[in-house]
């Protein structure tokens, strides 16, 4: 293979640098009789000025959706070309060049579907319609990843029109290249030079020697959308027997011999999700893996979850669509959803692997960022809507969309620069062995081994190794793959500016997180020096130092920074005052440290609980209460609760971001801390007859606190609801 490789590589044009592209979640996808439509809930329906946002970026070109059921669901003659008419010409503006997405996972209008007979002509019409008003655009992509739409559409019943079956799988297959075809015979009677840029969702299968035939006839089977276009399915052809097998006619298959549509680049997807690894062995894998083929019976699971030598890769699968095809490549969706370190690493090693093949020969014009919006419910897979956010460049939980730590790198990549972030020197999750949920199995070839290579990065420095805050901290970064030190206080003295300079010269941290601090409230009121020193004077040293040697910090203060007053939660740009020393020490701290370094990361929160320490209120709650001992809570006073893993996973993805000034996190919801021990009472099943619920004046508090103290943000909401906090602790509890 690798000599075939080499055979090629003198062929292709000389190489321009990679472009970066990017583009925008725009699935318009069917369920039943309801459409689910990302461009609605992303609000980029409504927004034209995002596309100067992703001006900004310096990105080249963007997948950008022209839908058909949007502009026309009611025919033709309707359409309202409007919205289209404004942001097109805005992209021309700015210099994007646009590349028009016709169909988007969907299925047309509700007069049609992607078994109509009629579907391939209606596309085709609408894409004549396209061209014509459009005549300036050049590159098209009438029908998003047909096969991929074809298998979730008529294969597994997740989308319209909900088949089941091998026919009904091929007859939406062939519609959706029948329309390609069609649309772009349409298109190039306008515009004789417009260039078709087909994706698809190219992943591979793997399998254990048994059912080595299945995993061949899959592997087969990711070529037949690209394969169909290019004229390639002949009567020899591995798939030309199945097609014939699920119903389709011989008629139907040389249409694509007589009418080739060859793309003039092929646009890779690649999720880590798409390698699958089949085996017979149910016994180690869940039963929602199980499945089978009526030959055999099998699991069928994440091969990164189970394969030893980890994935082929994109590097592998762009070779692969290389040596097939001999045309030029894109990769046109980079996404994944994960934490940010993560997305950061996966978009650079796709990125690598595109730049290494087109060093080799290989004609790779570009890679794209996509989901520039962040998308909804594809952990469902689209088939419910219940507002599960995956952010992407932009993160779309704050009053305007928010440019993430991706928006750096791409700026970064268009404009040549290498990406330098220190956590991208950790590989990803993917290449770690903590992938492996199953028991290992060899799956690659020595050559298709991952060859990721780990060099030693800056730390995170943690200072509170002692704290519930710091040690959870320690113990997220450890699962994250963030490299850190966790700092005591004998460690480092952040009140000595002495102590707190030599240990950034010696451990050269990219940032710093101040999770250490005086937290005894009532204790505060006895020993104001002791607090104030603690939690102002030494948090001020610290930015100074981190100011000096420019590295980020991150601190933490406190809900108790406000008095009360109000009955609407608090937000970054509200009055202080504080009614205790603790709070005063605090206000101090925000104050001191924002001076002495002005893009300090300061994070307001409240509440804590956790499930990795036994001393917050909900643990407590809960195992006084499930032993029969009366429990006694304030019934008065109304917080927000804030669970811990939210907390550090939200604080981290802002550091790494960039973030800097006054941040709001806790989690969303308001509860009296009777209510709150009440609620995870009822959600662990405890019975709450010996809880006491009583006013705050009664609990013999020596500080005073606000009867209300709960925490929202002008700057993003992006903490999960309390809800589902609770529920999520109790689960890592038991």
Same mark, same amino acid.
């Given at each position: ?16 640098? %990679? ?31 995002? !596309? ?8 080249q ?8 059921? &949007? ?7 309707n ?8 942001? @097109? ?17 969907g ?37 998003? =990843?047909?096969?991929?739409?074809a ?7 997740? $989308? ?13 297959? !062939? ?8 649309s772009?015979?349409?298109?190039? =009677? ?24 299945q995993?061949? /006839? ?6 037949l959308? @690209?394969?169909?276009?290019c004229?390639r ?6 798939? $030309? ?15 694509? !011999? ?8 092929i ?50 699968? %762009? ?26 690493? $996966? ?15 290989a ?18 897979l ?19 969309? &928010?440019?993430?730590?991706i ?21 990803? $999750? ?11 199995v060899?799956?690659l ?6 060859? /990721? ?20 901290f ?24 002495? +102590? ?41 040293? %610290? ?18 920074? /406000?008095d ?9 740009s ?21 001076q ?5 990361l ?5 509440? /804590? ?7 917050n ?12 001992? +009366? ?12 669970y ?43 019975s ?19 009867a209300? +103290? ?21 689960? =890592?509890?038991?």
């Amino acid at each position: 293979m690798a000599s075939a490789f080499n055979s090629t590589l003198n062929t292709t044009r000389s190489q321009l640098p %990679l472009e970066v592209w990017a583009g925008i979640e725009c699935t318009v996808n069917r369920v039943g009789e309801e459409y689910f439509d990302q461009l609605e809930r992303n609000g980029h329906a409504t927004r034209l000025d995002d !596309l100067d946002l992703f001006a900004e970026l310096g990105i080249q070109a963007i997948r950008y959706p022209v839908l058909w059921e &949007r502009i026309a669901p009611n025919g033709l003659e309707n359409a309202d070309w409007s919205w289209a008419d404004e942001r @097109l010409e805005r992209l021309r503006e700015l210099g994007i060049r646009p590349i028009v997405g016709l169909v988007h996972h969907g299925s047309g209008p509700r007069d049609t579907s992607l078994v109509d007979p009629e579907f391939p002509e209606k596309l085709a019409v609408f894409a004549r319609a396209v061209a014509e008003r459009y005549p300036w655009i050049t590159h098209y992509t009438p029908v998003n =990843e047909p096969l991929t739409t074809a298998r979730f559409s008529g294969m597994y019943g997740h $989308w319209y029109p909900h088949g089941q079956d091998d026919l009904t799988f091929a007859r939406a297959l !062939l519609g959706e290249c029948r329309a390609i075809a069609l649309s772009m015979q349409a298109i190039r =009677e306008v515009n004789p030079d417009a260039q078709l840029v087909q994706t698809e969702d190219l992943g591979k299968t793997y399998s254990t020697p048994k059912l080595a035939y299945q995993a061949e /006839f899959e592997n087969e089977r990711r070529w037949l959308s @690209l394969d169909l276009l290019c004229g390639r399915i002949t009567p020899t052809h591995p798939m $030309w027997g199945y097609l014939r097998d699920c119903g389709v006619s011989e008629a139907e298959l040389e249409v694509f !011999l007589q009418n080739t549509c060859p793309p003039d680049i092929i646009g890779i997807n690649h999720y880590l999700t798409s390698e699958r690894f089949l085996d017979e062995h149910l016994e180690n894998y869940p039963a929602w893996t199980h499945g089978g083929n009526g030959r055999d019976n099998y699991a069928d699971v994440e091969a990164v979850r189970v394969c030893a030598e980890g994935l082929a890769g994109p590097r592998t699968l %762009l070779k692969e669509t290389w040596e097939r095809y001999q045309l030029p490549l894109a990769v046109t969706e980079v996404h994944l959803s994960c934490t940010r370190e993560e997305q950061l690493r $996966w978009l650079k090693e796709v990125w690598n692997a595109a730049q290494e093949l087109q060093d080799r020969g290989a004609d790779v014009r570009a890679v794209t960022a996509w989901a520039l919006l962040g998308s909804y419910d594809w952990n469902s897979l689209l088939t419910r809507a219940v507002g599960y956010y995956e952010s992407g460049v932009f993160d779309l939980r704050s009053l305007r969309p &928010r440019p993430t730590a991706i928006a750096k790198m791409v700026q970064d990549l268009a404009a040549r620069r290498q990406p330098n972030h220190p956590l991208l020197d950790t590989p990803g $999750w993917w290449h770690r062995q903590e992938r492996l949920l199953y028991p290992a199995v060899s799956c690659l070839k020595e050559e298709g081994k991952s060859n /990721f290579v780990s060099v030693s990065s800056r730390p995170l420095a943690i200072v509170g190794a002692t704290g519930t805050l710091g040690k959870a901290f320690a113990r997220l970064c450890e699962v994250r793959g963030i490299s850190y030190r966790l700092l005591t206080r004998q460690d480092m003295d952040i009140a000595n500016p002495a +102590s707190v300079d030599a240990v950034l010269t010696e451990l050269q941290p990219w940032a710093v997180v101040n999770a250490a601090g005086y937290v005894r409230v009532d204790d505060a009121e006895r020993e104001p020096h002791i607090c104030l020193k603690v939690n102002a004077e030494g948090p001020a040293i %610290l930015a100074a130092a981190c100011a000096q040697h420019n590295v980020a910090l991150l601190t933490f203060s406190s809900d108790l920074v /406000f008095d009360g007053a109000v009955s609407n939660p608090y937000v970054e740009s509200d009055t202080v005052a504080p009614l205790n020393v603790y709070g005063c020490s605090k206000v101090l701290a925000e104050k001191l440290v924002l001076q002495a370094y002005p893009a300090s990361l300061v994070i307001r929160t409240s509440a /804590f609980f956790g499930p990795w320490d036994e001393y917050n209120f909900v643990t407590i709650a809960l195992r006084q209460l499930a032993a029969g001992n +009366s429990f006694v809570a304030a019934e008065d006073a109304i917080v927000s609760p804030t669970y811990v893993p939210d907390l550090v996973h939200t604080s981290l993805d802002l550091l790494i971001d960039g973030e800097n000034g006054l941040w709001h996190l806790a989690n969303k919801g308001a509860v009296a801390w009777a209510d709150l021990a009440r609620l995870a009472a009822q959600k662990a099943g405890v019975s709450v007859s010996s809880l006491i619920s009583v006013p705050t004046q009664e609990l013999g508090f020596i500080a005073p606190r606000p009867a209300y +103290s709960v925490l929202g943000s002008s700057r993003g909401e992006l903490m999960p609801h309390l809800d589902s906090a609770i529920s999520r602790y109790l689960e =890592e509890r038991t």
